[in-house]
Nanobody, 114 residues
Framework: QVQFVESGGGLVQPGGSLKLSCAVS???????MGWYRQVPGKLREQVAL???????DYIDSVKARFTISLNSAKNMVFLQMNDLKPEDTANYLC?????????WGQGTQVTVSS
């Protein structure tokens, strides 16, 4: 099993910034890590993914505002979120995958409100 430690969520005003961090307890299987987000009653939505080969992918609505980075040596992934909007409000879940393994954290809540 893999344990996750996610942090960095919170309450921020529109236009503000937050940086999410995620650390995992195992790295031997990891090919990629990333962030999804979920709002109650809606489908989980991919936000940003990064692989150990430096391939990154963002959902269109966060491009130019969010930056994902991977520290594979420390089994960590980060999501720098700038110019946050109310529609970014969600529980942000960290994921790690590789081979036939895929794991999820519990998430960290991000609330964007004035």
């Amino acid at each position: 099993q893999v344990q996750f430690v996610e942090s960095g969520g919170g309450l921020v005003q529109p236009g503000g910034s937050l940086k999410l961090s995620c650390a995992v307890s195992r790295s031997d299987f990891i090919f990629g890590m990333g962030w999804y987000r979920q709002v109650p009653g809606k489908l989980r939505e991919q936000v940003a993914l990064v692989t150990i080969t430096d391939v990154v992918d963002y959902i269109d609505s966060v491009k130019a505002r969010f930056t994902i980075s991977l520290n594979s040596a420390k089994n960590m992934v980060f999501l720098q979120m700038n110019d946050l909007k109310p529609e970014d409000t969600a529980n942000y879940l960290c994921t790690a995958w590789g081979g036939n393994e895929e794991y999820w954290g519990q998430g960290t809540q991000v609330t964007v409100s004035s």
